[in-house]
């Protein structure tokens, strides 16, 4: 079963709204999880890594001010895209590694559709 | 920084053969060598992974090669199936971070 749950799976909305997505690790706790962000038949970018009781790790050309992160408890990250255009529209995927120590493997949440109007 | 390459981006095969992937690195600090599988509108599952200090590995009807020297390594599926057609994708990864590579297209025709 899944091990890394992701909420909610689809959004769409309009431009201007924040959204708030969640990555959340069942059965084990993760100190780090990582957010990416997938185009159509593109591959995965790592867009940040979230430390739990730090501040994130973004990738360069990432906008830290337009994706926020935050990674309020040993199971819960939350990206939050703020004042989002059609541009940010995208599938958001987070991960979670079980084994804290080496980082992997990594286990996928099943992404967010974001679709901003 | 690592960059990673895959190919074919699509591959057909009639069910039951063999399909093959490959993919090469650049970063030759990299130790960690994971193969995913995505179907449409998921994330991606992991389907099996191989560590710098081993050669090969295997898992029923998959299998990843990895030759440090050349700095490539290669997933294999045998006796393929209808299910499992998909996106697959292969990362490289020597601290924490996963760089994947571009993904293959897999069509199993039955």
């Known amino acids: 079963g899944a091990v890394v749950s992701q909420h909610p799976s689809r959004v769409i909305c309009k431009s201007g709204t924040s959204v708030k997505i969640e990555c959340r690790s069942l059965d084990f706790q993760a100190t780090t999880m990582f957010w990416y962000r997938q185009f159509p038949k593109q591959s995965l970018m790592l867009m940040a890594t979230?430390?739990?009781?730090?501040?994130?790790?973004?990738e360069q050309g990432v906008e830290k001010d337009k994706f926020l992160i935050n990674h309020a408890s040993l199971t819960l990250s939350t990206l939050t895209v703020t004042s989002a255009h059609p541009e940010d529209s995208s599938f958001y995927i987070c991960?979670?590694?079980?084994?804290?120590?080496?980082?992997?493997?990594?286990?996928f949440g099943d992404g967010t559709r974001l679709s901003i109007l | 920084g690592e960059n990673v390459e895959q190919h074919p981006s699509t591959l057909s095969v009639q069910e039951g053969d063999s399909a093959v992937i490959k993919c090469t690195y650049s970063?030759?600090?990299?130790?960690?060598f994971p193969w995913y599988k995505q179907e449409l509108g998921k994330g991606p599952q992991l389907i099996i992974d191989?560590?710098?200090?081993?050669g090969e590995k295997k898992d029923q009807r998959i299998a990843v090669t990895l030759n440090k020297t050349a700095k490539h390594f290669s997933l294999h599926i045998t006796e393929t199936q209808p299910e499992d057609s998909a996106v697959y994708f292969c990362a490289a990864s020597r601290a924490d971070k996963l760089i994947f590579g571009t993904g293959t297209r897999l069509q199993v025709f039955p």
């Open positions: 970063d030759s600090a990299s130790n960690y």
């Open positions: 991960s979670a590694p079980r084994d804290p120590v080496s980082n992997q493997p990594q286990h």
């Open positions: 979230s430390n739990e009781g730090s501040k994130a790790t973004y």
């Open positions: 191989i560590r710098s200090n081993v």
